[in-house]
């Protein structure tokens, strides 16, 4: 936006938009893919075949990493809010319908960096399924990023 926003402006701008964010946030708890460690017993463990030469199997470990993030939570209610493509689809029956209890996040991009490589989140007491790709917010730059949320029955 050259010439309709000077630099300090949009440094204001992008400020207010972060202490909205800190007001409304609460935190969140992300949750990426286990990772899965092989404990080898002996040095005739095989790694290709998962076994030793004497047909025992190995222990394998499975480690759980998650982060916290701040994010901003909307509860999507169905009856009031669609998903369709705004202004080409209106009015058709191409309406996507979420199940009940799904969620809207708001994170900043640090967040969305490991939202993209996760699976899993949960807040409130409860687990949701990431269902869509972040996508980007902000006045002057990609500040923000929206993902939506479905819940699982874990």
């Keep these: 936006?050259?010439?309709?926003?000077?630099?300090?402006?949009?440094?204001?701008?992008?400020?207010?938009?972060?202490?909205?964010?800190?007001t409304f946030a609460q935190t969140i708890t992300v949750y990426k893919n286990s990772k899965r460690t092989v404990i080898a017993s002996t040095p005739r463990y095989n790694s290709i075949y998962?076994?030793?030469?004497?047909?025992?199997?190995?222990?394998?470990?499975?480690?759980?990493?998650?982060?916290?993030?701040?994010?901003?939570?909307h509860y999507v209610k169905m009856d009031e809010e669609y998903l369709s493509n705004e202004g080409s689809?209106?009015?058709?029956?191409?309406?996507?319908?979420?199940?009940?209890?799904?969620?809207?996040?708001i994170v900043k991009n640090d967040g969305h960096e490991y939202l993209e490589e996760s699976r899993r989140v949960e807040f409130d007491g409860k687990r949701f399924a990431i269902k869509s790709d972040g996508k980007p917010h902000g006045l002057t730059s990609n500040q923000f990023y929206t993902f939506l949320l479905t819940p699982t029955d874990e």
Excluded: C, W
Excluded at 1 to 22: C, Q, R, V
């Design 1 to 22: 936006m050259a010439g309709f926003l000077s630099s300090n402006m949009e440094t204001a701008i992008e400020g207010l938009y972060d202490t909205l964010h800190t």
């Design 50 to 73: 998962g076994r030793t030469n004497a047909g025992s199997s190995s222990s394998v470990e499975y480690t759980t990493e998650s982060q916290t993030f701040d994010a901003r939570v």
């Design 89 to 105: 689809q209106e009015g058709t029956q191409n309406k996507i319908i979420l199940p009940e209890g799904s969620v809207k996040i």
